[in-house]
């Protein structure tokens, strides 16, 4: 009698630690999906932004045209080609703000000043959203990586979680105005 007493509550201690474990990778889980969404988020309004500048009218028009087309492809990009597209709008702001007298131009354009501003805030918190998300991707698979959480299948049937890979070094002349 004392034996299944015994295994009645090692059969309880190991359910509640498999429960504890399946929560702790659901709330885990659910971090993962709220950080994306805010990555996304902000994809989204640095490309927005972008988008506005480039049709402003206040930069030269091949540096629209590249500055445009850079943001239209990285707000209609597909997930799996969206890494590229968010590094080529990377790329092209830092071609567009690099060249001399773009910045100037801006600038001097009535509520440029302004425009810089949402790019500027735009741009510095896309590196910060991508890192909270990869911190989330990082521990989700460190849990799902767990012996105990593959052997009783405790993720169920969530994908596996993936990096977000991009370049997302921001413009010189934004880092510079913000400092």
Request: proline share 4%.
């Amino acid at each position: 009698m004392s034996t299944l007493i015994w295994i009645a509550a090692v059969l309880i201690v190991i359910a509640v630690y498999l429960s504890w474990t399946a929560g702790r990778l659901d709330r885990l889980h659910s971090r993962l999906d709220a950080a994306r969404a805010a990555l996304d988020a902000q994809l989204l309004r640095r490309a927005s932004v972008a988008q506005e500048l480039a049709t402003a009218g206040v930069l030269d028009p091949a540096a629209s045209i590249v500055l445009y087309e850079a943001a239209h492809g990285a707000r209609q990009a597909e997930e799996e080609h969206r890494e590229v597209a968010e590094s080529e709008l990377s790329q092209a702001l830092r071609a567009v703000l690099g060249e001399p007298g773009q910045l100037e131009a801006v600038h001097e354009a009535p509520g440029g000043d302004q425009a810089l501003g949402e790019l500027t805030e735009a741009v510095r918190r896309v590196p910060m959203a991508r890192r909270f998300h990869n911190d989330a991707v990082r521990a989700a698979r460190a849990l799902r990586r767990h012996r105990t959480v593959r052997w009783f299948r405790l993720a169920g049937h969530a994908p596996f979680p993936m990096a977000f890979e991009m370049d997302d070094e921001p413009p010189t002349a934004l880092v510079v105005r913000a400092a």
